[in-house]
């Protein structure tokens, strides 16, 4: 198992972004109309905690992770030099038409920022700044077109997004998140992002980046999605929804892929904690995932992290989703604690290959593996139901009248396991 960290792209960033605000007398800035002090984070910085949150870059990834994050979807602050303010009022709407930087604070009722520029290099920074929003039937934040929208949060500030009736559409546009954008976004900042949605969360139509701040998602559909991708630097998640993170576009299975190479992810779904179709990788971070499934992708792979799952279904799940992907599952680092409910589960099913390189995996399950292609282990240490593993064999089931171990265990034919009562009961 090989890492590489991010050094020598941090110290690009730093030379890049040092040169660019060298001329700057000190590291904060008071905006004159609102006497509020903003401290500046540097692209290093950024960096830094993006990589201390992480275990590292694989070397091996199956998602290209070159140049993912640019210094701007990593610095954590916005510049407000030239920023316009706007103070929000029940039912009037804010149209920006134009790229900027646009500082929202205030509270209302039933209003919807949109963004419709009309040049499509267009880049907006929303930066929330203590706003709060509460729609009956629209979204909070709008994207008709951009080129690329980021919606930062201030720090120290608490900022509440909520949709509490049925969302109408937008002429053919089915508007279905508190925040719907149909180009890409990038969520980030130092403050807490709180979203309630009786539909779905955030809503990308592109792709969707996050490199910080706080969320607290509640939602009756999904709590993240985008169709292309979901890619995750960093930040603190607490998310209740259907499919907690997804990327999926229903018409298209060559696309929608989640990445995430760090940050602390507390997750409650109704169906899957994190899906991709095509691809999910995970490089660090930690996770307390309960649902029916925890993870679910056609290509799973997994190098750090510290992962807890309790799931009703599968805890990971390699499915075929995608016909352009090829269904398996690789484990090269990190640490597993994966638990199953009662009935036909599987702690870990895999509809192609399973390759386990590294990490350590405890299983509890009555079914720990379910693989239909070959099966490598080479390195790493598993352990199901107390009982460390030397080899792995496909539908390695247990409980009462099971035991489907056989030669499972130490490479002993009809070893422990084996017939009824056995360790896997």
Not at 264 to 279: K, N, P, R, V
Not at 341 to 370: E, W, Y
Not at 392 to 400: A, D, R
Request: charged share 20%.
């Amino acid at each position: 198992m090989k890492f590489r960290k991010l050094t020598a792209l941090c110290l690009a960033a730093a030379m890049v972004f040092t040169m660019a605000a060298c001329g700057a007398a000190n590291d904060t800035q008071t905006e004159a109309n609102t006497g509020t002090e903003v401290q500046e984070t540097t692209t290093t910085e950024a960096y830094e905690a993006v990589v201390s949150s992480a275990d590292g870059v694989y070397e091996n990834s199956v998602i290209d992770t070159a140049d993912m994050f640019t210094e701007r979807d990593l610095t954590q602050n916005a510049d407000l030099t030239e920023a316009v303010y706007y103070t929000v009022s029940d039912g009037q709407d804010i149209e920006i038409t134009e790229a900027g930087v646009y500082v929202l604070q205030g509270t209302a009722a039933n209003v919807t920022v949109k963004v419709d520029c009309a040049d499509e290099n267009a880049k907006v920074q929303l930066v929330l700044d203590g706003v709060t929003i509460t729609n009956d039937s629209a979204p909070a934040v709008y994207v008709l077109s951009a080129d690329k929208v980021f919606i930062t949060t201030t720090d120290g500030t608490v900022n509440t997004l909520k949709v509490t009736g049925t969302f109408q559409a937008d002429g053919d546009t089915n508007l279905d998140g508190v925040i719907f954008s149909k180009d890409d976004l990038v969520l980030n900042g130092l403050g807490t992002l709180v979203i309630s949605s009786t539909d779905h969360g955030v809503v990308s139509k592109d792709g969707l980046k996050v490199t910080g701040g706080t969320y607290e998602i509640t939602a009756q559909g999904d709590g993240l999605k985008a169709h292309d991708y979901i890619e995750i630097a960093d930040g603190t998640f607490s998310i209740t929804a259907n499919d907690c993170i997804e990327a999926k576009d229903d018409d298209d299975d060559t696309i929608g892929y989640v990445y995430i190479l760090g940050g602390s992810f507390d997750l409650d779904a109704a169906d899957d904690g994190i899906h991709g179709t095509t691809y999910l990788e995970i490089d660090g971070g930690s996770f307390d995932i309960t649902g029916a499934e925890g993870l679910e992708a056609t290509c799973v792979q997994l190098n750090g992290g510290d992962i807890t799952i309790y799931a009703t279904d599968d805890g990971i799940n390699a499915a075929q989703k995608s016909a352009s992907v090829t269904c398996r599952l690789e484990i090269n680092g990190g640490s597993y604690n994966i638990s199953m409910g009662q009935g036909d589960t599987d702690a870990v099913d895999v509809n192609g290959d399973l390759s386990i390189t590294g990490g350590d995996i405890n299983i509890v399950a009555q079914s720990p593996f379910d693989a239909d292609g070959q099966i490598s282990f080479t390195g790493g240490t598993v352990t199901a139901n107390g009982q460390q593993l030397t080899t792995i064999t496909s539908q390695m089931m247990g409980g009462p009248g099971g035991g489907m171990m056989g030669g499972g265990m130490g490479g002993q034919p009809g070893g422990p396991g084996q017939g009824q009562g056995g360790p896997w009961g």
